[in-house]
């Protein structure tokens, strides 16, 4: 596992947010820490405040209070679209790819994000240019032999299965060199044999790549499985934070899955 355990502040600091919709406090004061190299798993009952939690660090919903930093710094003035270039990079639940395109170029989509600030800066000299075009095929090659799509790199993505459309998925993600990874329910639609191919996954992309990854997911197995911490939100509050074993054996925990309308 990547230690950096000399950095200043964890790579990604939760302080305090809440997120309230009309009469409903979605968020309710949460803070929690993410250093890097960890795997967080963020898991809640229905309505618990994790996708509410996932698209404030995605940017699309902005917390009424607290702050959210990365690397030491508020990401809260950042557009959604410009938080690839500072290593945040995200999968989508529905699978954001352009079906029409192939495997290869959804991923170099993600790739040209990483490069684009060469090509600015290059501007028209051409021999540069055609530099940034060769370390984004190297990016793209790179990926594409590393989650095993050589197969289908040049079909285009609609028809594809689904466990594969995921694995593009998260090519896609990795092109763009994050530091920090949030998965959205990545399990979704998956069967038992691709859910622990993910999981293998998860672990090898935290262990080769120091990829620190934030993961929102219902299923406990998976959970359990991959992360080095996690966080248990309910009714927009965190009841719970530790690891697996831990968390699993809280009896608050073990109450509001049960519901048993006492939280
Ligand atoms: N855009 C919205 N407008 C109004 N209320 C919302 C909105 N998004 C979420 N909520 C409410 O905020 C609370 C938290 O919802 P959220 O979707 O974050 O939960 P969740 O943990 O992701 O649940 P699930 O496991 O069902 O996906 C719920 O009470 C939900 O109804
Ligand atoms: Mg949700």
Request: hydrophobic share 40%.
């Amino acid at each position: 596992m990547p230690q950096q355990e000399s950095a200043p502040f964890p790579l990604l600091a939760i302080r305090d947010i809440s997120v309230a919709f009309g009469g409903i406090r979605a968020l309710d004061g949460i803070s929690f820490d993410l250093e890097r190299g960890r795997i967080l798993g963020l898991i809640g009952p229905n309505g618990a405040g994790k996708t509410t939690l996932f698209n404030c660090l995605s940017r699309l919903y902005t917390p009424t209070s607290g702050d959210i930093l990365f690397e030491g710094k508020s990401i809260l003035k950042r557009a959604a679209s410009r938080m690839a270039e500072i290593g945040i990079g995200r999968t989508f639940q529905n699978l954001a790819s352009f079906s029409r395109l192939s495997v290869r170029d959804n991923i170099r989509v993600g790739a040209h994000c990483r490069a684009r600030t060469d090509m600015l800066s290059d501007g028209l000299r051409l021999p540069r240019m055609r530099r940034a075009e060769e370390r984004i095929n190297g990016i793209v090659d790179e990926l594409i032999a590393y989650l095993e799509l050589s197969s289908v790199a040049d079909l285009p993505m609609a028809g594809l299965p689904f466990g594969t459309l995921k694995r593009a998925e998260m090519a896609r993600a990795l092109a763009v060199g994050p530091k920090l990874l949030l998965l959205d329910e990545p399990a979704g639609g998956l069967n038992h044999d691709e859910i622990g191919e993910l999981g293998r996954l998860i672990r090898r992309m935290r262990d080769d790549r120091a990829v620190t990854v934030l993961l929102v997911e219902h299923h406990m197995n998976l959970v359990m499985g991959v992360s080095d911490k996690v966080v248990v939100l309910n009714f927009g509050r965190k009841i719970c934070e530790g690891d697996p074993a831990g968390v699993q054996s809280d009896v608050e925990v073990i109450r509001a899955y049960l519901g048993d309308g006492k939280s």
